[in-house]
């Protein structure tokens, strides 16, 4: 059944998954640079910020559109944001 749709949260759900996926390219990253401490910490970041989401959207499917919306948009710019800094090889990775 689909319930009444509300502009706000639907802007809601877009900025929490684009948020969500920007966090997870960061914590990616630092996955795969080997840092402990900012990979747990993005990780509870993650999980708050897709919880959000969940709840929000689990209410009304048409929401679901707006999610996957934010999510393209997070991994976008965190993508671009991360190609704009200086490359770290994970430990033990060979020179370049």
Known sequence: MVGSFNVATAAGVVLATAATD?????FTSAVATRRRISAASWSSVWYLL???AVINYTENWIYVCFAAGGSWIGAFFSLTFLRSLPSRSPAGAPPE
């Open 50 to 52: 897709s919880s959000y």
């Open 22 to 26: 920007a966090v997870y390219v960061m």
